[in-house]
């Protein structure tokens, strides 16, 4: 199982950015794994961003306080990618943001997680 993040980059704060996240393997069915994505600050623990699930042909999505009301999470299925639109980002929202994959129930924990990406870079100057 591989995924794939980009779309991180330079932005002033106040300003948008896109990532993607594609996830491939032979034996990976993304509608069965709920997509997360983290971010980890230099010195600090990675933590929790946002999360969606897939379940019964539905999402839900899920939230950390710090993100909630100017991120937002989506996933498309038939491509097997999973987004985080960024608006409004703030110099704290500087990072490395990986998106992680796992089975069943909603966690923030990072260890719950099965698969990861290997991150990109956002950094928002002041």
């Known amino acids: 199982v591989q995924l794939q993040a980009s779309g991180g980059g330079l932005v002033q704060a106040g300003g948008s950015l896109r990532l993607s996240c594609a996830a491939s393997?032979?034996?990976?069915?993304?509608?069965?794994?709920?997509m997360g994505w983290f971010r980890q600050a230099p010195g600090k623990e990675r933590e929790f961003v946002a999360a969606?699930?897939?379940?019964?042909?539905?999402?839900?999505?899920y939230y950390s306080e710090s993100v909630k009301e100017r991120f937002t999470i989506s996933r498309d299925n038939a491509k097997n990618t999973v987004y985080l639109q960024m608006n409004s980002l703030k110099p704290e929202d500087t990072a490395v943001y990986y998106c992680?994959?796992?089975?069943?129930?909603?966690?923030?924990?990072?260890?719950?997680?099965?698969?990861w990406g290997q991150g990109t870079l956002v950094t928002v100057s002041s």
């Open positions: 969606i699930s897939w379940i019964g042909g539905g999402s839900s999505t």
């Open positions: 992680a994959a796992k089975r069943f129930d909603y966690r923030t924990d990072s260890y719950a997680y099965d698969y």
């Open positions: 393997g032979r034996t990976f069915t993304f509608g069965n794994y709920l």
